[in-house]
């Protein structure tokens, strides 16, 4: 059984791969690591590029495209080893960048997963939307980053270099213990793609595990590569997604009273995309509801299999606070004007 397995999920993706395979080749010690790609049944010349191009890099296929998590799911049942890490394909990575991650993760049994510092490849000085330097959600669910609050990004200039808990770790580049994977039940094939990282990373947290982020590790990422930020189809998915998430995980004193918020604080953001002209971000949110209306029993049913429970771990990873209103009212921008 090797150690580590570095698993990119690629679905359409030759341009990705052709820019940014070979960073991970390079840098990837094939003593500890086997590469893999877990194909979600790409009809571009993905795979005959990589036969061509990358013996010695694994493929995995699947008959179609089964999203973040079913692909995942799917593909890691076939691989043995100690380690997975889940690599997008618009990640560029660095020297020495998975060294850390085991170190880390050799050392304390207890931490079931970790990422590294992820930044902009578009704009290599920023930390990236999709994780930056780790992950927490606020009291009504909302997930923000040290270095990313909502659509603000913070330059990266040492603030952040300290490897600390928090509640979730990014997908673009997540290591985690392959049995624990398993244990929590593996990605929820239910979110298809956005926040089922959060919501894995979460299960974790409610059996007794933490999540780590480790600044000596670091990566680039591209964003955006299977779904644009300016997407309807995005926007849907982040509204419903995120519902599902609370449902699935919160502990039932809190539930109700959360959701009754985020009704109101959902729909007053379809009003606000509806007053500045986009009828179709709004209407994204408005379907995102009927979705869930329509789920319900499902949803509810997932909730009742993971046996949620108000874990202490949580407490110091969990902002006691609304990001909106310090983000909007507060004018507080960055994760260290917090105070958290």
Known sequence: MSQVAVVILNWNG?????????????????????????????????????????????????????????????????????????????????AHWLDPLVKLMDSDPAVAACMPKIKSAAAPSLFEYAGAAG??????????CRGRILHHIEPDEGQYDSSVEIFWASGACLLIRSDLFFKAGGMDSFFFAHMEEIDLCWRLKNLGYRIRFVHEAQVFHLGGGTLPKKNHRKTYLN?????????????????????VVRFVLDFVAAAFFLIKLDPG????????YFSL????????????????????????????GS??????????????????
């Open 14 to 94: 030759i341009g990705y791969l052709k820019r940014f395979l070979p960073s991970v080749v390079e840098y990837t010690n094939p003593e500890m690591a086997d590469i893999y790609v877990a194909d979600n049944g790409s009809t571009d010349e993905s795979i005959a590029w990589l036969r061509k191009n990358y013996e010695q890099v694994q493929i995995i296929m699947l008959n179609r495209n089964y999203g973040f998590a079913g692909g995942y799911n799917l593909s890691l049942k076939q691989i043995s080893c100690r380690y997975y890490v889940l690599l997008n394909s618009d990640v560029e990575v660095t």
């Open 135 to 144: 992950g927490y959600i606020d009291k009504w669910g909302y997930p923000f």
């Open 239 to 259: 509204f419903r997604n995120n519902i599902i998430l609370l449902v699935k995980n919160l502990p039932a004193k809190k539930l109700a009273g959360v959701l």
């Open 281 to 288: 971000e709004s209407f994204a949110v408005v379907k995102a």
């Open 293 to 320: 209306l329509f789920h319900t029993r499902k949803i509810f049913r997932l909730r009742k299999e993971h046996r949620v429970k108000d874990c202490p771990l949580h407490q110091n990873e969990i902002f006691n």
């Open 323 to 340: 990001i909106v209103w310090n983000f909007y009212i507060r004018r507080k921008k960055t994760f260290n004007l917090l105070g958290f």
